[in-house]
């Protein structure tokens, strides 16, 4: 993925939009490794960020999400 990736940025339009989309890369990799589903994850995310405390945003780090994220009785 490093070569498909350094090749993908070159086309990304900027050093920032770069470096926003490793750092996407990085997040779907981690919920990957913590067994997560990538589209639930980042719609929760996306959902919550807003009123999230910025001391707290740790908690919707794909490692922590799972223990953090509400819960539904459904």
């Known amino acids: 993925m490093h ?26 990799a981690s919920c990957k490794r913590n067994k997560i ?15 999230h405390k910025q001391k707290d945003l740790y908690q919707l780090l794909p490692s922590n999400w799972d223990e953090y994220r509400p819960t539904t009785d459904q």
């Open 37 to 51: 589903n990538e589209f639930d994850w980042l719609k929760d995310v996306f959902e919550r960020i807003q009123s």
């Open 3 to 28: 070569n498909l990736g350094r090749k993908a940025f070159l086309f990304a339009g900027s050093h920032q939009a770069a470096e926003m989309t490793a750092a996407m890369y990085s997040f779907m």
